[in-house]
């Protein structure tokens, strides 16, 4: 290589000595199980989650958790987590980067909006479309200018009778001598009538492009765990294969296995749980290959898979977060193998999504294909000893609720009650913040002003069965506290903040508002901060005192009976329950119930201060 004139000098100084950088090896590395353990033991003893007394390897207690399936995930992988796995590894077949798909509602829109969307999606990097559809659909104008041999079509139509043959039918009309470009799906869903399903396949096959959805997000948007979305995926296919390859209508015969499986693409939902989703989808693979082995073998035929990233763990409130959510989702959707990828926008739990959230949506796949560059390896999370044992406990757990509920005749009702409990254990966990939300139970912004968004039929019918994980804080923060609460701060600055923090976000979170005392020193500046705050605000029934043990023994009694006599009638100590207050809050505490108690107190004292 010649040396450029004018250019700088290589900084040699800078490079290490050839050879100094010595990797370990399976043969030199010294470290065993053990020293692990005694290093994270150390860090737990610090942070008092053990003890001097505990040993080490008790820190798998500690560190592992379970999910909602009872799966243990542990902190680490090791190599004997692999050593007993029930299958062997089907890895994804897709190489480079996926399907990047847009989803439009085109019901309620006018179609030349919907097409000027769509347009842009296209142009702006899109490589297929989802479109939400019904007899009213205009395709032809919602469609118009756009390339239909290279952008394929995904049609989604209600499950009424019929529906889904009219959406079939009208596309392809649409479609006339154009060839359909590979993935191109007339989109009726698997749980339609089963005259509907052998006639959108018996079309499929005609126009050669794919026929049927099986769609895991609609039990998954009322609240199932990963388990129970893959076995009602399960579930679903499998009624789909029944139907098609039993079809005798109009004279038909039923299809074979292979070509009945081959017109299938299943629709799951990924989430911000990035190694649960990732396995998630290598365990579909998995087990709809184990379906088609069992029912006489389809070889050479694939799952396809379409991912979603979660609508019910998105938020209308801090939406902004929604865009993290769904970049992490994407990339367990990425390296777990999907075939398309939909992001749906981040202000899509508001309404319509605007250019915006369009244009975000599309790009996080692109950031991720084009600059992480995921694209580049097959299954890359492949081997690693954490993500195959939670792909086998995953697909087991999902295996054995798919035994349960398969033949059922409404599966949705099937699936109720396993989704009920789910909901009910999940809330649980987010209602004592085990499980945050970031923007809603985490880090609340009372001031925050939401963007405004349009609500429409296609909205509706989208997100209406929705269940989102943190409804009930954002039923709390759709209707806020009246007046605020008193935060009053006992002692200095240093010796409060962390209390005072605390219990200022947790009040937000529940829709409350805090007017804090200050720096106080005695019960006298504490009354009088709160004389203060009453004369801007009027009378603010429910105080929170926050500060310090040492502050609380040497002067919190005395505090709180000093705000009782100012005026206060709900006293709550933010620490340890004491005989002076009515209520405390501290880490681990029930937030819904504490929060549902003091509106309570602020609102039973407010409506008392009206009659009077």
Not at 462 to 490: K, M
Request: net charge negative.
């Amino acid at each position: 290589m010649s040396e450029v004139e004018g250019g700088l000098d290589e900084p040699t100084e800078l490079q290490p000595d050839q050879g100094a950088l010595a990797l370990a090896d399976p043969e030199t590395d010294a470290w065993v199980q053990a020293d692990w353990e005694a290093e994270t033991a150390r860090v737990l003893r610090k942070s008092r989650r053990l003890t001097d007394e505990d040993p080490d390897a008790s820190v798998w207690d500690k560190l592992t958790r379970s999910t909602l399936d009872g799966i243990a995930v542990a902190p680490i992988g090791r190599p004997q987590d692999a050593d007993h796995l029930t299958a062997g590894v089907l890895r994804p077949s897709r190489t480079g980067g996926w399907d990047v798909r847009a989803h439009l509602g085109a019901r309620s829109v006018p179609a030349k909006d919907a097409n000027e969307t769509l347009l842009v999606d296209l142009e702006g990097g899109v490589t297929s479309l989802w479109l939400r559809v019904d007899a009213s659909t205009d395709l032809d104008a919602v469609l118009k200018g756009v390339y239909l041999d290279l952008a394929p079509v995904v049609l989604e139509a209600p499950r009424e009778p019929g529906a889904g043959v009219a959406a079939a039918q009208a596309f392809l009309a649409h479609l006339e001598a154009t060839t359909p470009a590979p993935g191109t799906n007339l989109g009726v869903d698997a749980l339609a009538p089963a005259a509907d399903l052998v006639a959108v396949a018996r079309l499929a096959l005609d126009a050669g492009v794919l026929g049927i959805v099986v769609d895991a997000t609609t039990v998954h948007d009322r609240g199932a765990s990963d388990a129970q979305d893959l076995a009602y995926a399960l579930a679903v296919g499998v009624r789909a294969l029944r139907v098609l390859t039993a079809a005798e209508a109009d004279g038909g015969a039923g299809l074979d296995l292979a070509t009945a499986a081959g017109l299938l693409e299943f629709r799951i939902a990924v989430t911000d749980e990035q190694f649960p989703s990732i396995a998630k989808l290598r365990a579909a693979r998995r087990l709809w290959a184990r379906v088609l082995e069992l029912s006489g073998g389809a070889g050479g035929v694939e799952q396809r898979q379409h991912a979603v990233t979660s609508r019910p763990m998105t938020s209308r409130f801090d939406p902004y977060v929604n865009m993290l959510r769904t970049t992490v989702a994407a990339f367990a959707a990425g390296v777990g193998g999907a075939d398309s990828v939909t992001v749906l926008p981040f202000d899509a739990p508001l309404g319509r999504p605007e250019v915006l959230g369009r244009r975000v949506a599309r790009n996080i796949s692109h950031l991720l294909i084009d600059e992480a560059h995921l694209g580049k390896v097959g299954d890359i999370a492949g081997g690693a000893y954490a993500v195959e044992r939670l792909t086998d406990d995953l697909a087991v757990a999902a295996w054995s609720v798919f035994t349960e509920t398969d033949g059922e005749d409404d599966l949705d009702a099937a699936f109720a009650p396993l989704v009920d409990a789910t909901v009910a254990a999940r809330e649980k966990q987010v209602a004592t913040r085990r499980r945050p939300l970031t923007g809603l139970s985490e880090f609340p912004n009372l001031a925050e002003e939401l963007p405004e968004r349009v609500r429409d039929a296609d909205w509706h019918a989208e997100w209406g069965a929705v269940r989102p994980y943190g409804a009930s804080f954002e039923a709390l923060r759709d209707t806020p506290a009246d007046r605020p609460a008193f935060l009053a701060t006992v002692g200095t600055v240093a010796t409060h903040t962390a209390r005072a923090t605390f219990a200022t976000n947790l009040l937000a979170a529940g829709g409350v508002a805090v007017e804090p005392a200050g720096a106080t020193d005695d019960a006298e500046a504490l009354a009088a901060a709160y004389e203060a705050a009453v004369g801007t605000h009027g009378p603010l029934p429910v105080v929170v005192l926050a500060g310090a043990d040492a502050t609380y023994g040497a002067w919190g009694a005395e505090a709180a009976a000093a705000l009782r006599a100012a005026g206060a009638r709900h006293v709550v100590i933010a620490g340890k329950q004491t005989d002076y207050a009515d209520d405390a809050c501290a880490m681990g505490v029930d937030a819904l119930a504490f929060l549902g108690r003091t509106r309570a107190a602020l609102g039973q004292a407010l409506g008392q201060e009206s009659q009077a």
